[in-house]
């Protein structure tokens, strides 16, 4: 079955330090991926989004993201972190195998120390 | 303007009532979503509905009642509500496209508290 797996709940970070976070995903077919921002009280702001081509891709924020067919991840990266950048990051895969459905991991919660 | 608006922003109400959820998009998008974010941040799809047919229904109670009138609105009403309804709903547009280039278009959530 298709899945998205985050295995980081929580991280913290000090400001300025750079920042990974972990996206694996089960899925036979090509996966188109995406990141996702939570601020909290806030929807979900569409920081970047593999479909093909170059498998590093760019975001906003200064984030970018780095496709690996071979470790089926998709992790998400910055160099320097803000503390604006506290928030829960959600990453999903698009299946379009029968109905295009899409599917989250449980997100990984940053925290940004000043 | 708002892409995609969902209202209200806060729900509360008391076990056994009957509510209704709104959403609207403006982006032309063909399909729309409802997705629950429980307490753990989890979000998980509950019904998907392309130009107001019906194709993704995922194990949600018959409770649960999607309504498209067109396929700008996806409204969301719910029966008999219990104690576990309580979560953030989100409704998301997409409009699909055969190279994945389709990201989801969140509103911004209504918060569902049952008492």
């Known amino acids: 079955a298709q899945s998205v797996t985050q295995p980081d709940i929580h991280i913290t970070v000090s400001e300025g330090a750079s920042l990974e976070l972990r996206c694996n995903y089960s899925?036979?077919?090509?996966?188109?991926l995406f990141w996702y921002v939570q601020s909290p009280g806030q929807g979900l702001q569409l920081l970047l989004k593999?479909?093909?081509?170059?498998?590093l891709v760019q975001g906003i924020k200064g984030f970018e993201a780095e496709f690996k067919r071979s470790q089926s991840s998709f992790n998400l990266r910055k160099p320097s972190v803000h503390w604006s950048d506290a928030a829960e990051y959600l990453c999903?895969?698009?299946?379009?195998?029968?109905?295009?459905?899409?599917?989250f991991g449980t997100g990984t919660r940053l925290k940004v120390l000043a | 303007d708002t892409a995609v608006s969902q209202t209200p922003k806060y729900l509360v109400t008391q076990m056994g009532n009957d509510k209704s959820i709104k959403c609207e998009q403006n982006?032309?998008?063909?399909?729309m979503y409802w997705y629950k974010q429980d307490s753990k941040k989890f979000l998980k799809i509950m019904f998907s509905?392309?130009?107001?047919?019906?194709?993704i229904n995922e194990t949600v109670p018959n409770r649960f009642s999607p309504k498209s009138p067109d396929k700008a609105h996806l409204n969301l009403h719910i029966n008999s509500l219990e104690l576990g309804d309580s979560a953030v709903y989100f409704c998301?547009?997409?409009?699909?496209?055969?190279?994945?280039?389709?990201?989801?278009?969140f509103g911004n959530g209504t918060r569902l508290t049952v008492t």
């Open positions: 998301a547009s997409s409009q699909i496209y055969r190279d994945g280039n389709s990201p989801l278009h």
């Open positions: 999903a895969v698009l299946t379009t195998s029968g109905t295009y459905k899409y599917i």
């Open positions: 982006l032309g998008h063909d399909t």
């Open positions: 509905y392309n130009n107001k047919e019906l194709i």
């Open positions: 593999y479909f093909s081509g170059d498998t």
């Open positions: 899925y036979g077919a090509t996966p188109y």
